[in-house]
């Protein structure tokens, strides 16, 4: 078997066994409902056009999966590259979720409950993610 078809299969292995996954499902599904009412919400999208853009994003991180699934990438440079992934949901958390919930807090209670809910919303992605192994 020449090595690009072995390396099909086991990518396509992979590919099921990640998707397979009960925890996969319990780690995106609120990242999914954020994004959707976001775009429809503050974006103002109509709900088949927040829909489609959601669809289209997690689309491209199949094929972003794929494509570093299948080249000869290295421990430290996957490690960067989620490292990287992950910055961007705490920089959006932070600079766009926590600054509009900050307008709309009254009193010092209000930011505490900010606050709280953040650490709360990372403290659950956390123990999610004890047990996921990516390298």
Same mark, same amino acid.
């Given at each position: ?31 999914? %409902? @954020?994004?959707?009412? &976001? #775009?429809?919400?503050? /974006?103002?999208?109509p709900i088949w056009k927040a829909l489609l853009l959601n669809f289209l994003t997690g ?16 421990? %430290? @440079?996957?490690?960067? &590259? #989620?490292?990287?992934? /992950? ?26 409950v900010i606050v709280f809910s953040f650490t ?16």
């Amino acid at each position: 078997m020449r090595l690009e078809a072995r390396k099909s299969i086991e990518l396509l292995r992979i590919l099921r066994l990640t998707l397979n996954r009960r925890q996969h499902t319990v780690h995106q599904l609120p990242q999914e %409902v @954020a994004d959707f009412y &976001l #775009l429809t919400s503050y /974006g103002a999208l109509p709900i088949w056009k927040a829909l489609l853009l959601n669809f289209l994003t997690g689309t491209s991180v199949i094929i972003g999966c794929i494509i570093v699934l299948s080249c000869d990438v290295s421990d %430290v @440079a996957l490690g960067v &590259l #989620l490292a990287m992934g /992950g910055g961007i949901y705490v920089q959006i958390a932070c600079c766009e979720g926590m600054s509009r919930a900050s307008r709309l807090a009254n009193s010092m209670q209000d930011r505490l409950v900010i606050v709280f809910s953040f650490t709360f919303a990372a403290v659950i992605v956390g123990l999610v993610l004890l047990n996921h192994e990516h390298c």
